[in-house]
């Protein structure tokens, strides 16, 4: 089958590109990308004022599955992600069981076989059930597919442990992703430390929490020479630091997610637990200091941190509440929203950080839509604005911060692998 | 009826914290105590206002004085009051709080009175059922009632509010008493200095505008009143606790102390007391001590927001 995108602004960073073409797609790859493409015969999307770009990378999403499919299964979870424009996601590893051995990467192997609607990667525990105890067989986790590993939503207490990690990670060419929390510092915190939490009454997290954990994980990285990648960065005093290190040469790159440069805390004041996630919404300066960051660099991408929960887990008392919230289905009009309309980046700047500099991080061959490449293909309506509403999220769990509000930007079509995923019909 | 020369303006289905208030509903409510407060000195102690109406309190955390004051209050209105704590509901059983609100609300009661050991436990109830939602203390966060009965006895006593100086003694980072206290006074134009050793004192206090001190006895010097919270030693928290012994000495009210103070300041304390450990017994049975009245200020400022609410859902369903 041929399909033939016309008409439409081609934004493609990665080639270089910002300019009115068309994009002729044939057995799910891209053959050409030139001004006015000839039909013959093929299927044409008339992308007349759209913005076309590569499908978007996402390189931390939780999708449940095996063990919480309540919560999202990887069929519903990459159904989100295509409605989102989403194409390829690296699927974090604190799931029942946890993605620790070569034999259960071998399982969700097997369910992506069976079930995914997009491309999905995987990233390995570092450490055996995440329990920060004992090594998982890292060598083994690449063997079997592993693009990178973590032990998302924990962070290694033992520094002799991590540093093991790191060597071995190092050795077998490894990217390890670091949740830079220190809990016996954050403790049983549910929001950021500060005034809001005073206000409402509720324990606070701090930001040395956070920034301390990454001082180290970057110290680490340093002695080891291993790729480490930051993740949910929220505070300013982690952009400082991650700022620093790239300047002193250290492997190290980093991500922040759309609720984080979004909102402050102030979002939290009506006990809103679509609003509570871990590291928690932060202060307007460190909101600012996320944009910053990602309009200098030294936040690499946008990630959403996707974490699925159900009603029974949200829709009860604050502290009682899991953290998390969803976002593949609003991460790209939430970035559109907040940081392009605001004039912080501009379109490929956006791109780049939603998927050139993810997939160059994880080291695919994603992100581009040069000749040759997957027909991985967001066509986007800029202009459009829609109302984020939990009946039209495809995701099987609604907890979306968005909730209720306008964002500009609308993914008309997803197109994966050559297949056309329309979304406005 | 009793209630005379009340302009009404309330109009919120809930109460759920001094924070959402204007200052003009703070006061609309203290000027509604004032006409309900003769009410419990008669000898037939019972108004028809909540007639017909069933009051909930429903209860998830041990407590006596707040339960028993609000059932008063809603039985001297003439309410029907159903009490449910947590021990004896279904709450043990896992059912969760807004399935519980919504039974509440099956059974066609009108108003719920709710105690919580969670902040935002009544905002998250108010928000998914239609009853009225009294917050009779959640958490750390508020507990309107306690401060808007403080606030009613210091007016009585001292006649006015803007321009007073209040010290609040104690644990105000774990205190939901001393969070609505601040709220209500300083709307209504009171100076507030909190006290405590700094381990108490949340951060960002002092954004609320408030004045922090860690030496009593300073604090104590311009004070008109002195609120002493209560001390919760048995809190099995992963927080740093002072010492009792060192507390009481640093921080505890005794006469010796008060020697120092202003004359006349008044002394208040929303129970029950540690005597020996916030402040001696000879200051908890002085001649500044109000504790008592505060109890029986309870019942009238209970009974105007159990009015003022019950009458703003009479207004919303006509």
Redesign the interface.
Known sequence: MRLLIKNGRVVDPANNIDAALDILVADGKIVKVAKDIKANGAQIIDAADKIIIPGLVDMHVHLREPGREDKETVESGTAAALKGGVTTLLAMPNTTPAIDSEENIALLKKIIGKSAQANVLICGAISKGRLGKELSGIAELKKAGALAISDDGSSVDNDDLLLDAFKQAKEAGLLVICHSEDKALS??GVVN??????????R?ISHESEYLRVERDIKLAKKTGVKIHIAHVSCKESVILIAAAKKQGVKVTAEAAPHHFSFTEEAVL??DTNFKMNPPLRSKADREALRQALKDGTIDCIASDHAPHTE?EK??????AEFGVIGLETELSAAITELVETKLLDWPRLVEKMAVNPARILGIDQGSLATGKDADIVIIDPKQERLVEKQKLISRSKNCAFLGMKLRGVVEYTIYKGEVHPWNS | MTVKGIIMSWVRKDLLGLEYLSKEEIELILSTADSFKEVSTREIKKVPALRGKTVVNLFYEPSTRTRVSFEVAAKRLSADVINIASETSSVKKGETLIDTGKNIQALKADIIVMRHNYSGAAVVLARNIDLSVINAGDGWHEHPTQALLDIFTLKEKLGRIPGLHVTIVGDIAHSRVARSNIWGLTKLGAKVTVCAPAMLIPPGIEELGVKVSHDLGEALKQADAVNVLRMQFERDEEEAFPKQLEYFQNFGITAERLKKAKKGIIVMHPGPINRGIEMSSEVADGANSVILEQVTNGIAVRMAVLFLVAQAREENAA
Do not use: P, S, V
């Open positions: 403790g049983k430390r500060g005034l809001i939490a005073t206000r409402m009454g509720l606070g009506g006990f029974n829709d009860i008392e604050f502290d009682r």
